[in-house]
């Protein structure tokens, strides 16, 4: 495992180093790679970070060196939308046996996984994962991978990202250093242009990417790799010839962005797509990086026309939602990685925060997320269902934006909930998202449905008739 | 009989099974006031919450000890005695259930000796929880077996031995996980229907039934109460319902000398026919009238369906005991099984399974062999493979998150078999319309 560690602390230090904000690294160190403590906590794993990160890419097939449990129980859970390939869909792993393990064949069946799934499934690539047994039986993955990359003239890629070795916020960064080592910079592309650029850190859940796109295309800004969203190995692989890059408000891959920053020079910033302002600020900053290596300085003048646009359509058409939304109060409970984008976006359509957690936010969101509603106590860190559904109470919060994971929570107070993660199933990106997601927080708040749950049963209400 | 066929490809693609830890962990959601402890590296439990959360559209109380780097390297005693301690202070859980994992396992850690210490060590903080203990690698086994290993582990852990007084009217049910919450109340109802006080362990039909309580609960609400688990060797009979069930109701009968039957399904006339007979004679009861008018109404759908069933080839992929249940009923209707997938190849049931052969193996395989069939039987996963091969998907099983209501859907006793029945006709109906009207 010694090589591993070496690549954990690389990962950590990548962490620690994180720009912004005051507190010395080892401040930061707690706060993103904080431990799970025993009994108290559900999170998922560095390899759950590790392959939602990659899986994505569409025409790869992702191979899961483990026992069933790690993906038996994990596949076909996310709503990336792909335009093509429908590979990355299919699921394979080793579903190692005790046999398997005690043998020590783990590494040759290994081996013989990946010959039949290029055998039988063609793929661009495959990316091999390693997990919490292979990792502690000492499975080298790294070897077994250039050895079938030799063999048969494929890229073969290992992610070394066992469960055991952090959160998922860890398994993001180290998916990021895996595409770094052995796929980005691997192939030339055929044409680079001055207006190519990537997006990093983009998942297209529910295709919401494809809301942004066109706004792109009108500008002549060509996405020569969206990583992971609907990506292709391909466009992965050549993704360093692009002139800029915008990491889309996660932490998932700031770390990749940085360092192609410093070997290909391509510089980036850290926007959003969520909202109206963020969206146009992403816009201009995009043009405004093309522009400063070299593209025509028009671009500029006519992403400003477009933003004014773009702007305006989409003021009018919410102003149908702001009598019924203003003031109605929004408890967020996002894991994070959107909280600073969401909190700003419902204030726009004049919704009240009074509450939003940045568990899994970097400090930079954090302090953003601080700075834009301007009271400490709104903001909290991770919460037992307990706490959190008293907080909903206690706060009168006439709806919740969460995960899946603590829509019960919302739902057993009766109040109303939207899914704002990844198993949502409506976009939320871009002008038109924004226009989504005040319809169906509408929708939510609204519903004739909850006066009716609330009605106490008839034989509670004879007692006061 | 059915001939077993293992796994010979090194890649599995699109696994069938999920995994053992979570089949225990599912069990110890039927008890009541309990909290499941997933004892290894917290995506494993993650993974396993996400699933159960999807599958019942409900809270789900697990847990992990979240094993890190350097618990792997030195072992997990510590981890294990912190969640425990953890979990007892801040939602005095009346059981705590824990199942190993993966990365434990392959470890070899005596975990079973971990738990007396922690048991000795902090048996004053642990007054009024019980701690149980089993043992389910990932490498091993599928839900089945994990829910089977849970429930023995609750029955070694909590049956009293002694010799005591026997109720006439008191009987264990041990079902098996294949039992929705609905099958669970229609065998509690027909039971009492009988005169009989049914003890059904695990019960979670009270606790996965989607029922609102008025605050906050950490734990399970509802299932086998612990004093209920204690005191069933106060049963007359034990009934066991599966083959995976064969080792909790063994178990009991070591223990405390109540004797089990076992059925295999209670799916199915025939099967049920027998279920009803031994309730009769174990409360020397007349059959009461709802349940005659059950099996009337039964025999009144198998006359009506079997039309749509006969000759009809069914691809099924199941865990064991399923595949048996559904299998053996759409025969028994005159359907063919014409390629029958399990998870894994150890249970007795498998040689009951009326097919040439059952292929131990995931949904890749079920693809390859349902091309030509004219339904697949499996759950929500078969999904992709049912709309490529352009046949219709019958779900059964878990997971279930692309269908509400599972949970309510009856598969077992005549109306159970007759809810089947209709289900199946509806569905091939609706891909193969019958005689077109002349025009
Ligand atoms: S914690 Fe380890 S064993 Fe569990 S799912 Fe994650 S990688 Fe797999």
Redesign the pocket.
């Known amino acids: 495992m010694s090589s591993l560690n070496a690549k954990n602390k690389d990962a950590f230090h990548e962490l620690a180093s994180e720009k912004s904000g005051s507190k010395g690294p080892k401040a930061r160190l707690r706060n993103c790679a904080r431990p799970m403590a025993p009994g108290t906590a559900v999170g998922g794993?560095a390899?759950?970070g590790a392959k939602v990160a990659l899986q994505p890419i569409t025409d790869v097939a992702h191979l899961i060196h483990?026992p069933l449990?790690?993906e038996g129980n994990s596949w076909d859970n996310r709503g990336a939308a792909s335009s093509g390939p429908t590979l990355w869909r299919t699921s394979f792993t080793t579903d190692l046996t005790e046999i398997d393990i005690v043998m020590g064949h783990s590494e040759r069946k290994l081996f013989k996984a990946i010959r039949e799934i290029k055998d039988g499934y063609a793929p661009a690539a495959i990316f091999v994962y390693s997990?919490?047994?292979t990792a502690m039986i000492g499975d080298d993955i790294d070897v077994v991978c250039k050895r079938a990359t030799d063999e048969f003239a494929l890229p073969v890629v290992p992610v070394n990202a066992?469960?055991?070795v952090g959160s998922k916020n860890l398994g993001n960064k180290l998916a990021g250093e895996a595409l770094l080592k052995h796929v980005i910079g691997t192939v030339e592309p055929d044409e680079p242009g001055l207006c190519d650029i990537n997006i990093l850190g983009e998942f297209n859940l529910s295709g919401e990417f494809w809301q942004v796109k066109p706004l792109l295309d009108k500008l002549g800004v060509r996405v020569r790799a969206c990583i992971p969203g609907d990506a292709r190995y391909l466009q992965v692989a050549s993704a360093h010839r692009s002139r800029a890059a915008m990491t889309v408000c996660s932490t998932a891959f700031v770390a990749l962005a940085r360092k192609m920053q410093e070997r290909w020079d391509i510089p980036f910033f850290e926007g959003s797509f969520y909202g109206i302002s963020g969206t146009s600020e992403a816009l201009r900053r995009i043009a405004d990086l093309l522009v400063k290596k070299g593209a025509d300085p028009s671009l500029l003048h006519r992403t400003e026309i477009l933003v004014a646009e773009e702007e305006e359509k989409v003021w009018k058409r919410l102003e149908a939602y702001r009598p019924r939304l203003e003031g109605k109060r929004v408890l967020l409970n996002t894991g994070g990685v959107k909280s600073w984008s969401v909190v700003h976006a419902l204030m726009e359509i004049g919704m009240e925060i009074v509450g939003t957690s940045v568990k899994k936010s970097t400090l930079e969101d954090r302090e953003r997320v601080k700075q834009t509603l301007k009271e400490e106590n709104l903001v909290f860190e991770s919460m037992s269902p307990r706490e959190l559904f008293s907080l909903l109470l206690e706060r009168k919060a006439d709806i919740m934006l969460s995960g899946g994971r603590t829509q019960y929570i919302a739902l057993k107070a009766k109040l109303p909930w939207l899914d704002i993660n990844q198993e949502r199933h409506h976009a939320y990106a871009g002008y038109e998202g924004m226009v989504q997601l005040a319809r169906q927080i509408d929708l939510a708040i609204h519903n004739p449905m909850w006066p009716q749950v609330r009605e106490p049963a008839p034989w509670e209400q004879a007692l006061v008739v | 009989m059915a001939r077993v066929v293992s796994q010979t490809k090194s890649a599995a693609v699109n696994p069938l099974k999920s995994s053992q830890p979570l089949g225990a962990a599912f069990a110890f959601l039927g008890v009541d006031g309990a909290i499941p402890l997933l004892h290894?590296?917290?995506?494993?439990t993650s993974?396993a919450l996400a699933l159960l959360v999807r599958h019942f559209n409900e809270a789900i109380p697990l847990q992990t000890t979240a094993m890190n780097e350097a618990a792997i390297i030195v072992g997990g005693a510590d981890r294990l005695e912190e969640a425990i301690l953890s979990l007892k202070a801040r939602t005095r859980p009346r059981l705590i259930g824990i199942c190993t994992?993966?990365?434990v396992e392959a470890r070899d850690e005596d975990v079973a000796g971990d738990v007396e210490n922690i048991k000795r060590k902090r048996a004053i903080e642990l007054v009024g929880t019980e701690v149980v203990l089993a043992n389910t690698p990932d490498f091993d086994g599928a839900i089945e077996e994990g829910w089977s290993k849970a429930v023995t582990a609750v029955i070694e852990a909590l049956a009293r031995p002694d010799k005591q007084y026997r109720n006439p009217r008191k009987i264990a049910i041990l079902p098996g996980w294949n039992l929705t919450v609905a099958d669970i109340e229609h065998l509690r109802e027909t039971a009492v229907s009988f005169g009989l006080d049914p003890v059904i362990l695990p019960d979670v039909s009270g606790a996965l039934d989607g029922s609102i309580p008025e605050d906050w609960m950490p734990t399970t609400y509802g299932g086998t109460k612990l004093e209920e688990i204690r005191d069933l060797g106060a049963t007359m009979q034990c009934i066991a319902i599966g083959e995976h069930m064969r080792r909790p109701a063994e178990a009991l009968q070591r223990l405390t000398g109540v004797p089990y039957v076992l059925f295999r399904s209670l799916t199915g006339l025939e099967n049920v026919d027998r279920f009803i007979r031994l309730l009769a004679a174990v409360s020397c009861k007349q059959t009461p009238l709802n349940v005659r008018r059950n099996r009337m109404q039964l025999q009144d759908a198998m006359l009506d369906g079997h039309f749509h069933m006969a000759g009809k080839k069914i691809a099924i992929a199941s865990e064991p005991d399923q595949l048996f249940q559904f299998s053996d009923f759409f025969t028994a209707m005159g359907a063919e099984i014409a390629a029958a997938v399990t998870t894994t190849g150890t249970s007795k049931a498998l040689e009951m399974v009326p097919a040439k052969t059952v292929k131990v193996g995931d949904l890749s395989d079920l693809e390859s062999l349902a091309a030509t069939a004219d339904l697949i039987v499996t759950h929500s996963h078969g999904r992709e493979a049912a709309r490529r091969l352009g046949v219709p998907l019958m779900r059964v099983g878990f997971p279930m998150f692309d269908r509400f209501g599972s949970q309510h859907k009856l598969t077992i006793l005549y109306r159970g078999t007759r809810d089947v029945i209709f289900d199946f006709a509806n569905i091939i109906q609706a891909n193969h319309p019958p005689n077109p009207w002349p025009t």
């Open positions: 794993c390899f759950d483990a449990a790690c997990t919490c047994v066992p469960g055991f | 290894g590296s917290q995506g494993c993974f994992t993966a990365s």
